[in-house]
């Protein structure tokens, strides 16, 4: 018997701390979600700690992982298919082969890509063939992209500084390639004082999402982000307020965050806030 799966979802684990699957499952769960989470490393804790234990998964295990997707027939009962960090360019390759083959099999399948590259703040962060493997296979299979600003400058090939000049990079890019995007993290000199913006681009319409700054940043918010919005459209929500709604959890994870006087995302005094409630829901 097959279990009727909602997302299958492509990225990091880690044992320590909320980053990919570990930051993006539970809040897929909480709104009733089954997810089949496929996991690209499998580590102690994210890079940013002085140690770091355990590997980067092989591309055979992985391409077995999804193969073994495949065979519990997950892909037809699948509405998302989501990807984030991928460890290696073998990886990424393993996965858009996957996902190629998964829309052959499902039509209706959505892909959700994250393009985890680097941030303004650290640049960088993966090796170049993972970014080349990024922008020359699944970024062009993307249905929606859910890249920061120093991503979407990346993949636009431009600085992307202001509104006008991402939105002019944008334009450039859905000329050439049907895909939405939400840009993450974005601070424009005409951003208000304190604030943040994500950024929805679908079709014509570009819709400003204004978010106060926290005095946190910890590893892994565009992560949740990604999976709350995931969750939000397939609980049929719009893409401007599937995006407004997952800036306003995670926004309550942080708050949660702060009070608690940690640095990594805590998840289980944030559960109020991650958990759907009539005063939370879309």
């Known amino acids: ?19 990919g699957n ?20 499998l580590l102690s804790n994210h890079p940013g700690y002085q140690t770091l234990r355990g590997r980067v998964l092989e591309p055979e295990l992985v391409g077995d992982l999804l193969r073994g997707v495949e065979e519990r027939g997950l892909i037809e009962t699948s509405r998302y298919i989501v990807s984030g960090y991928l460890g290696s360019r073998a990886n990424g390759e393993v996965v858009a082969a996957f996902v190629e083959r998964a829309k052959k099999l499902n039509p209706d399948i959505v892909y ?4 985890v ?3 303004t703040n650290l640049g960088v962060f993966v090796a170049d063939q993972v970014v080349e493997c990024l922008l020359d296979h699944l970024v062009p299979l993307a249905d929606l992209l859910t890249p920061n600003q120093f991503e979407a400058g990346l993949i636009t090939q431009t600085k992307a500084a202001s509104f006008e000049e991402l939105d002019a990079a944008i334009t450039r890019l859905q000329g050439s390639r049907n895909a939405r995007l939400v840009v993450t993290s974005c601070a424009f000199p005409d951003t208000p004082d304190g604030s943040l913006e994500n950024v929805v681009f679908e079709g014509i319409t570009r819709t400003r ?8 940043v910890p590893v892994g918010t565009g992560d949740l982000f990604t999976g709350l919005l995931t969750a939000n459209l397939a609980c049929g929500c719009h893409l401007s307020d599937a995006a407004r ?18 640095h990594e995302m805590q998840f289980g005094s ?9 005063e939370n829901r879309v």
């Open 1 to 19: 018997m097959v279990m009727q799966t909602s997302i299958i979802s492509i990225q990091s684990q880690v044992v320590h701390g909320h980053v």
């Open 22 to 41: 570990s930051a993006a499952v539970l809040p897929l769960q909480l709104r009733g979600l089954n997810v089949a989470a496929v996991p690209t490393t």
């Open 112 to 115: 959700i890509c994250d393009p």
């Open 117 to 119: 590259m680097g941030d």
């Open 209 to 216: 999402l204004v978010s106060p700054r926290l005095s946190i």
């Open 245 to 262: 709604n997952a800036a306003a959890v995670v926004l309550g994870v942080l708050q949660c965050t702060i009070s608690e006087g940690e």
């Open 270 to 278: 944030s559960i109020d806030a991650l958990t759907p409630t009539q």
